[in-house]
């Protein structure tokens, strides 16, 4: 079992009362699935701040290759339209 810690934190009264209506429902504890929620939160956020680092780090470097955004804006309203007429036969 890993280790645990405790945390305490200041919610609106409607979130508290909405956790524990899930907390009945799906006959878990609402530090369970405050625990989940985090969980999955942070999860989601480093995936995020890693991907924007990466990006930064692929920019900054030297080969980086950056597109014209208005030949890029363009490209794609070509393939918009291409595909539009495609789905019109």
Not at 5 to 28: F, H, Q, V
């Amino acid at each position: 079992m890993s280790l645990t810690g405790t945390m305490t934190i200041r919610l609106p009264i409607e979130t508290i009362n909405r956790l524990a209506d899930l907390a009945r429902s799906t006959d878990r504890s609402k530090s369970y699935l405050a625990t989940k929620a985090i969980e999955e939160f942070v999860t989601s956020q480093e995936w995020q701040i890693k991907a924007i680092e990466d990006a930064v780090q692929e920019a900054d470097a030297p080969n980086a290759v950056f597109h014209d955004h208005t030949a890029v804006v363009a490209r794609m309203k070509k393939k918009i339209s291409a595909a539009r007429k495609g789905k019109q036969r």
